[in-house]
């Protein structure tokens, strides 16, 4: 036992000692213009993302970083009308777009810029976000250190880098020289994460009390969390035992078939199964929900009721579980 709680210790101080990767390079004169004081984007067709077919032709007006119009100029196929379109203020500048489409940026709510194990410049990585019509990205870890991403995302908000927005997370615990083993010190942290620059946390997995230390912190002071609620410590913390604490999202899915358990509070995996075999860990993870309450019943229902109460968020991830199966299937 103590060999395991030594190894959970270690990777969780092993997330902090990541090498990081260097900064990306300032923005080239030649990548991207702007900001101008008015931005007007002409007879475009808009696919707005609440589910409503595209229309247009339109004008968008942006001011100050904002949507402030977005003014219909008459028919497809027909000529435009000038009395309909918005003027242009001194200083401004407008762009034909006739032809093309525009849609709200999307948001990557759980997008790792990568470390020097991966090998990968952020800079490419920015660009690769940028290029797939990625404009936001939460960093739930920030493994190339928090003072590293937060400089990042504060040369990104001054648009001095060519890169999305970007939303520091810290891991629980990084940073720190030796595991957490009190309360208190999960309180500290938190505090000390805040004051350099953290927008929320990322937990994995930590002793209960001192989980609920740093959750409870972090609601205090205004911050939002995430969690993988890792299978090595899901059966004493489930999703809606975090979510109760403050935690605003989930990771994954792990914490969740748990939470609706009913007649079971451990999950039931084959004798045989070992955490540290992937295959292992992966394919009997999916057969949890085999044990979960059955969507419709008492006990879904009443949990399902709850996290829509707290206002909790799913993050389910499931783009690269499926990558992973076509990988597995090569």
């Not at 407008?94 to 849609?103: A, E, K, P, R, S």
Request: with cysteine; proline share 6%; net charge neutral.
């Amino acid at each position: 036992m103590k060999s395991i709680v030594l190894a959970a210790l270690l990777g969780v101080l092993g997330a902090s000692a990541q090498a990081a990767i260097p900064a990306a390079p300032p923005r080239a004169a030649d990548e991207g213009q702007g900001p101008y004081s008015q931005l007007i984007l002409r007879g475009v067709t808009v696919i707005n993302g609440t589910g409503a077919p595209a229309f247009g032709p339109v004008d968008i007006v942006i001011e100050g970083n904002r949507i402030v119009r977005v003014a219909s100029i008459g028919s497809p196929g027909a000529p435009i009308n000038a009395a309909f379109r918005p003027k242009l203020a001194a200083g401004g500048r407008d762009i034909d777009l006739t032809g093309q489409y525009v849609m709200p940026g999307l948001i990557d709510s759980h997008g790792h810029i990568g470390g020097d194990e991966q090998g990968v410049p952020a800079e490419y990585v920015y660009k690769l976000w940028l290029g797939h019509g990625i404009t936001t990205v939460r960093e739930p870890g920030c493994g190339n250190g928090i003072d590293w991403c937060v400089s990042e995302s504060r040369r990104s908000e001054k648009n001095e880098i060519v890169a999305p927005r970007i939303f520091p997370y810290a891991f629980f615990g990084m940073g720190r020289s030796a595991p957490m083993t009190t309360p208190e010190d999960a309180r500290e942290w938190v505090r000390d994460m805040k004051k350099r620059g953290a927008l929320g946390l990322k937990c994995f997995g930590y002793r209960p009390d001192i989980l609920q230390a740093g959750i409870e912190e972090m609601k205090k002071l205004g911050m939002r969390g995430t969690c993988h609620h890792a299978q090595m410590d899901v059966a004493r913390v489930n999703v809606l035992t975090t979510a109760r604490w403050g935690l605003t999202s989930m990771e994954h899915w792990y914490g969740l078939p748990e939470a609706l358990f009913d007649g079971q509070t451990v999950q039931d995996y084959p004798a045989a199964y070992n955490y540290n075999n992937e295959h292992d860990r992966f394919s009997q993870a999916g057969r949890l929900w085999a044990q979960a309450a059955k969507p419709g019943s008492e006990k879904y229902e009443a949990v399902m009721k709850e996290l829509l109460a707290l206002d909790f968020t799913i993050d389910p991830t499931f783009t690269i579980y499926q990558a992973n199966r076509d990988l597995m299937r090569a």
